[in-house]
Structures are given as C-alpha cells and as structure tokens.
C-alpha cells in the first residue's frame, strides 16, 4: 500500500511517500513545501493545498497520514496549525484519500520502539528502515512526514490479516478518523 | 463595493452578504452553512470550502470579511476553528477575493457603536441597518457575517475620500491581513 504522510505548518509542510508491501518499506519520494511569510495567508494556505493536491495526482497514494497535534505553544499557534492542517485535509478529501491521523507518539513509537525518541532518532530510524544512506540529506519535516506514512503503512499491514478472521474491525482500525 | 462577511466554525459557518455603496448598506443574501458532526473532518472542512465557492461565484463579493480569532475555550477548539477558517482562506484565494480580518471587538463597534455590544444587540443592529424587519429570522451566525460584512464595507468607505490625499495609505488599511 502506498501511503503520504503529511506534516503540516504554515511555513513548512513536510511530506513522504512510501511504499508498504511484504516485508518492508520502500521509499518513493519526500520534501518540504515552504511557504514565504512575507505572503498572505490565504495564498500561503493555497500553495499548500495545491502542491499537495499535486503530490496527490503524482503518487497516487492509497491513504493519506497526518499528524495529530495536541498541544501547541499557544491559541495564536494552534490556530495556524489548524489552518495547515486543513490545507491537507481539503486536498485530500478533493481526491478521495482516505485520511488517518497519528499522535507524535504514536509514530515515534512505530519507527523507534519507544515514544520518546528524539528528532535525531527518529530520522536515522526513518533513513534505515527505507534502506537509505544514513547521511541522506532530508529536511526534517520530511523524514517526520515519511515516519507518518511508515507509522500508517505498518498499521495496515497489520490489520490486514486479521481481516480474515473480523472483518468488521479490521475495516475499522481504532486510530482512523475519517 | 459588496462585501463577502464569514464567520467560520466546524459545525456552523455562516455568512452575509452587503452592498455598500452612497449612504448605507443593502443586505443581499445571508445564510448558515452546517456541517454533519458525524462525517470526518476532511469531508466537512470540503464542504465549507466548496458552499463558499459557490456563494462566492454566485454573489461575486469585492472583498471576503473574516472574524479574526485572539482567543479559544483551548488548544483544541483552537485547531477547529484554525481549520474552518483555512477552508474560507483557501476558497478566497482561489477565486482571487482580497481578504480581510477583524477582531470581535471592532466588528461590534462599526455596527453596535460599542465593543462590549452582547448577541442580541448586534443581531438588532445589524438588521437596522440593513432595513430589515426586527423579527427576520436568520441564524446567529447569519447577523454576525453580515456584520463583518457590514464592518468591511464601512471602513472601505470610509477609507475611500482619504485615496484623493494618500493613495498609498488607502491601498493598505492597517487592518488589511492579506
């Protein structure tokens, strides 16, 4: 299953593409999109939405993978959070992916074995698991986005088997949203 | 000039729509936008988007009137309404309508004279001015649209004699966002 794992921000909105099938993860493509903040929100939040609304039609990605904050510095922070996030949102539901939301520590937890991995940690941890060069040069927002899309892409791959035996609760894993 | 006013929220957006022109204002169509709690929040964040567009295409609004939001219940009512604001922002900026935001309090001022005005106060005021019956019935997020509607259009008036003096003062009202 091909998964996008999304991180949003207003100025800079990581994003991943991998491939889960078999055994593995295979890397497909990531990135930032940057937004200049000398601009205009709305165009900002535009750009967002139409460079994922791109990555969409490129990949064709089965799902979509998003963080899901919990705390922010601030209100004024969180609500710029918000507005980013819906940026990924809309895309998504404009084409038809699925969206599955994922706590920070939830997807620590699927590429490090532990939540409290730091950022360093989990970008080597992103880096072998797609059988890349430890010294590939990534943002980090998107290392973050692709451990989003391994976070998803191992879930599914789980649930799949139980599929067999309920139905029901595999089309229905608790951490989906949509 | 007609005045696009939006005052967004996951559950219920709503919006108004003013002509300003001469000596007053003339109230052109009104209305809430409501979202199904039980569908996810990529679909309905679409569907405010999309409603906004098709009001936006069918009344060709000037210029889009956003409330301004300084404060939450918390951090997650904050990325709420972060993302239902996103979804009027992007909608703005696809179609190309400048936008503009205005915190409550001047919203309150331009219609009710004063800040501390309550709901119902602004309600009466807004369909005074309007020349609307007292007893119209429209949501309450149908009157505060319409008055951020309202504010927007009085200030561009406002702002308009002082272009003969300062052009470049009146092509960037301080409280011009985008």
New interface residues.
Partial sequence: MRVLGVDPGSAVTGFGVVDGAGGGFRYVSAGAIRTDSRE????R??QI?DDLLGIIDEFQPEALSLER????QN??S??????????A??A???RGVP?FEYPPTEVKISVAAHGHADKSQVRLMVLRTLHLHPASEFAADATDALALAICHAGRARAAAPAATIDRRRAAAPRTR??
Avoid: N, S, T, Y
């Fill in positions: 205009p929100a709305p165009f939040l535009k939405h904050h919990f705390v922010a209100v004024q969180a609500f710029r959070i918000g507005e980013a996030r819906a940026a949102m809309i998504a539901a404009e969206l949203v949509r």
